[in-house]
């Protein structure tokens, strides 16, 4: 019944026959099972290092003192740390991954120039030119000239990592135009973004959120962006892995008539969260609405009774309730929606971690760089844990929190990476404003809170690395979305901090000691 369901797939997106119901519980059942399998999820780690390729990926491993590291054989880095910058670009919008194929054949490249410079973290939106590409220009010829002495800079300060967002130069693609020969000394990460659907949701509250995964144009969209990127690297050892996303909003704010908001529903209704979204935002023949519904009446055992009285509603039946909005706040609703956010994570990663290891099963998925490690957080991670090869975490804080870190490690027996996290100081002359974070009173002290942070976490036996944000300071004028701090390694005149680097230079040369000696938390008695 379920096959002859799938058949026909007109029956799919008109209506809701039982046969879908079936269909999707058994594949509810399914994922979940192979989610609390710790057999299955250890194969599927364990697979993507087999065969001769499998050997020179890199990968994450645990030493016989129960210590975490990171080995790139191909590298020659058989017990290191993973000691990253972010954004190692001149602001060339031509090497950025919005020209690289990241966004597939469904968007409208109508403002792809305007839309590549968000990912050139110097792209002065006041002024639409990037100051730092002048000043790289100036001073090099070419972006090739840059990144060969970029690269040779981020290795003689002891770095060894390109982290997110880096030039295609660092990171190969189909748009770059060489390669800069000193960067063959350092791996680096590449973000994928596969939840960013469409550019002008970022500013939204909800960021777009929820993204119908199941419906066939995400499929045909994830397809493209793995030909695009990952089949050309499946060869390259240089790769640490795949990020799939970039602090996607798990927890969407929905206002009420706002036809922005809403991506095929006619219900102007308000969304608290991502379960009540996505209750509210899919039409009502899609299959986003079929599998939320279907988890639902699993949730409550196919009684409609019992979820109105969990959430004080009154629907006649399961296809009744996204009219019942604006849902009343409660209990048994927030709780609904930390299990809904825990699956639907697990759902979404299952489906992209297949499709990129049918291609590459090699190198490591890095999860999906998160920002939010509260309860909604914590769900997401949770849920993602089976299939990636890492917990992926930005922390903007005056030190990590080890006590969450810890929990995280102990509850999915993965490591962690800070794959973002920063100090800017006022004597840079830059505004600092439109985020948040503790700002010092000079490079000096900016350079001590590094040394301090990370110190800390090379302390924790389960870090593997940290990628600080980022190679170069932000514009005054503000970047894409206003930012305009002193996140740099570098001014925007392409000279560095000294005094920061100096000590990056003296912190990253002290990292595997100070993790080598790190506090065992696996082994400490209770």
């Avoid at 070419?142 to 040779?152: H, M």
């Avoid at 390109?162 to 390669?179: I, K, M, P, V």
Wanted: hydrophobic share 40%; charged share 15%; aromatic share 10%.
């Amino acid at each position: 019944r379920i096959c002859s369901c799938l058949n026909n797939r007109r029956d799919i997106r008109i209506k809701m026959p039982s046969c879908i119901m079936r269909y999707h519980l058994t594949l509810w059942i399914l994922l979940s099972l192979a989610a609390k399998v710790p057999g299955i999820s250890l194969k599927i780690r364990n697979s993507q290092r087999s065969g001769t390729r499998g050997t020179t990926a890199c990968r994450f491993f645990n030493d016989s003192t129960n210590i975490w590291w990171m080995k790139c054989p191909a590298l020659g880095m058989n017990r290191a740390l993973s000691l990253g910058v972010n954004h190692v670009e001149n602001g060339d919008t031509n090497g950025t991954p919005c020209r690289n194929g990241t966004f597939g054949p469904v968007h409208d490249t109508s403002a792809l120039g305007e839309f590549c410079a968000w990912f050139t973290i110097s792209w002065d939106r006041t002024r639409h030119v990037s100051p730092y590409y002048g000043s790289t220009i100036d001073r090099y010829g070419s972006t090739t000239s840059w990144a060969t002495s970029t690269a040779t800079k981020l290795d003689q300060w002891g770095f060894n990592t390109f982290g997110s967002w880096s030039s295609a130069l660092f990171t190969g693609g189909n748009e770059s135009s060489g390669s800069a020969p000193a960067a063959e000394n350092l791996t680096y990460g590449l973000s994928l973004d596969m939840l960013l659907t469409s550019y002008e949701h970022r500013e939204l509250p909800h960021g777009g959120m929820p993204v119908d995964i199941w419906d066939e144009s995400f499929a045909v969209r994830t397809d493209w962006i793995v030909r695009q990127q990952v089949l050309p690297r499946v060869d390259d050892g240089r790769l640490l892995g795949y990020w799939t996303d970039n602090e996607a909003i798990w927890n969407p704010r929905w206002a009420p008539n706002d036809a922005r908001n809403y991506q095929h529903g006619s219900l102007h209704c308000g969304a608290d969260d991502l379960l009540s979204a996505a209750l509210v935002s899919f039409a009502p023949n899609a299959t986003g609405l079929n599998s939320t519904l279907t988890w639902l009446l699993t949730k409550y055992h196919n009684s409609i009774s019992a979820l109105n009285a969990a959430w004080n509603i009154t629907a006649s039946n399961w296809v009744g309730v996204p009219q019942q909005c604006p849902y009343p706040a409660s209990s048994a609703r927030s709780a609904d929606n930390l299990a809904f956010v825990q699956w639907y994570a697990g759902q979404y990663m299952a489906m992209v971690s297949r499709s990129i290891r049918e291609v590459d099963p090699y190198h490591m998925i890095l999860g999906s760089r998160m920002n939010d490690v509260g309860p909604i957080g914590r769900a997401v991670i949770l849920g993602i844990a089976p299939y990636v090869d890492v917990i992926d975490v930005h922390m903007y804080s005056g030190a990590p929190d080890v006590a969450v870190l810890e929990e995280l490690h102990k509850a999915t027996g993965l490591p962690v990476l800070m794959s973002e996290f920063g100090f800017r100081a006022w004597d840079s002359g830059l505004p600092n404003v439109k985020v948040t974070g503790p700002i010092s009173r000079s490079q000096t002290t900016r350079a001590r809170a590094y040394h301090d942070y990370i110190q800390k976490l090379a302390s924790l036996p389960y870090v593997v690395g940290w990628h600080m944000f980022a190679w170069v300071d932000e514009p005054s004028g503000g970047q894409l979305f206003g930012a305009n701090s002193n996140w740099g390694l570098m001014h925007l005149s392409d000279d560095p901090y000294q005094v920061l680097v100096d000590a990056f230079e003296i912190i990253n040369g002290n990292a595997s000691r100070w993790h080598s000696n790190a506090d065992n938390v696996d082994n400490r008695v209770e």
